[in-house]
C-alpha cells in the first residue's frame, strides 16, 4: 500500500481506524476478491504474537470498517464473513497498491 490505510468516499478519504484495524483493511485490499482465512489475518496484524482474543477483535475491526464502506453508500456485502474468514469485493483499481503497479507496466511498456 502507498501512504496511509483509508477508505475514499466521494472524493475524500476516511482513515482506517487505529493501526490494527488499518492491518485488516490493508491485508484485506491487497487480497480483495478472495477469502482471507482469520489465521491469515491475524498473522497480517499481530504475527507470531496474536492474543487470545484475536478472532473477536478482527470481527470488531471488520463491524467497524463495514460501517465505514456503508456510509459511503457502498454494499453492505462488499465485506463479506466467509466459511472462516473475509472477503473484500472492490474493484482491484480501487486499491492503490493495483494501480501503482498496473501504471508501472504501462509505463515499462511505453518505454520499450
Not at 476478491?33 to 470488531?60: K, N, Q, Y
Not at 474468514?85 to 474493484?91: H, N, Q, S, T
Request: glycine residues 10%; neutral net charge.
Amino acid at each position: 500500500m502507498l501512504g496511509s490505510v483509508g477508505i475514499r468516499i466521494e472524493g475524500a478519504v476516511v482513515p482506517g481506524g487505529p493501526p490494527q484495524q488499518q492491518a485488516t483493511l490493508a491485508a484485506l485490499a491487497l487480497r480483495t476478491g478472495h477469502v482471507v482465512p482469520l489465521h491469515e489475518l491475524m498473522s497480517a496484524v499481530w504475527g507470531e504474537t496474536a492474543p487470545g482474543s484475536a478472532v473477536m477483535i478482527l470481527r470488531t475491526y471488520v463491524w467497524r470498517l463495514r460501517k465505514i464502506l456503508e456510509s459511503g453508500g457502498c454494499d453492505p456485502q462488499a465485506l463479506a464473513s466467509v466459511n472462516d474468514g473475509y472477503r473484500l469485493a472492490v474493484p482491484p483499481a480501487s486499491v492503490d497498491a493495483f494501480r501503482a503497479e498496473r501504471l508501472a507496466a504501462d509505463a515499462a511498456r511505453a518505454g520499450e
